[in-house]
């Protein structure tokens, strides 16, 4: 039953996302082709709904569902990593049309050739995680 | 039921996509989708490889949970909760891809000729392997995703965020405005 909030809350996150079309591939290269506002639209609200809730959250206004404060991890301090390791990531999400997220809600939706990215995402992780301590954070 | 069948608008998306952030850390997680692809490294063996995949990974298994939900959603969102509508692409981005070679642009999530295992070839399989090393190396190197640090990261106004979304449109933009049009 723990996990069962988890559950729920990965079926919404799937739903919003195809009913979104947040998971298409055209959509993503509509985007960076800038033919269009609607991933710019939905990622710009997302983030101000976003930072609406963090804000009141911080006031002290919400607070989990154990009491305590909202809390968001802080990302550790860099340039590099996030300069690079992000440009690669966009240069995967332009090229498949998927980031983490919908490549297991595509599965969802029939797209089979998914589990192809996933194996291979999953050997990209492997691969940072063997070369980590060589390469420049 | 219509506006349910019908695409949802970017204005209704995004802050139902903030729900999904604020759920997860009134639970007392973090949203970000692309740490299950380290948990199931990690579960998988690579522990043996780099103390990088050295972590308890039973505290990750919501994470998996989450997930899973995932690929429910994305089954019941196609199967009963719409109605096929195209995608209603810019008619600029359809004749484009239409001169790459992609047929039916906006008919279904993803293009038949990359995607479907019917017509994979060689072309289309290396495509989607490299793509996903990119995507999973990538996300691990910059320490987060869409999810993690276009959403909850610039949500919280935090920096690093700020610069590794920079980057993700560098890439990205290299990508569908250099790149694709050489590979198609």
Partial sequence: MKFLKFLLIGIFFGIVLVKSEAVSWYRIYEMFRFQSFHMYGIIGTAIASGILFLQISKKGYIKSIKGASIFVPKKDNGFIRYIIGGTIFGLGWALVGVCPGPMYILLGTGVYSMLIVIAAALLGTFIYGVLKDKLPH | ?184
């Fill in chain 2, 1 to 184: 039921m219509e506006y349910i069948l019908n695409p949802w608008p970017w204005y209704i998306s995004g802050p139902l996509i903030a729900i999904v952030m604020a759920l997860l850390l009134y639970f007392g997680k973090t949203f970000g989708m692309s740490s299950n692809l380290k948990t199931l490294c990690t579960i998988g063996g690579a522990g043996k490889f780099s103390d990088f995949f050295r972590f308890n990974w039973k505290d990750q298994v919501w994470n998996l949970v989450v997930v899973l939900g995932a690929v429910i959603g994305g089954f019941i969102a196609t199967h009963y909760l719409s109605n096929d509508a195209v995608t209603d692409l810019n008619p600029q981005t359809i004749s484009e891809l239409q001169n790459m070679g992609f047929q039916n642009a906006g008919a279904t999530l993803v293009p038949n000729e990359v995607f479907s295992l019917d017509t994979l070839n060689t072309k289309s399989l290396i495509l989607l392997i490299v793509g996903g090393l990119l995507v999973g190396f990538g996300t691990r190197y910059a320490g987060g995703c869409t999810s993690g640090h276009a959403i909850t990261g610039l949500s919280s106004l935090q920096k690093p965020s700020l610069i590794a979304v920079i980057g993700f449109f560098i890439g990205g933009l290299i990508m569908a405005n250099l790149l694709l049009p050489l590979i198609f």
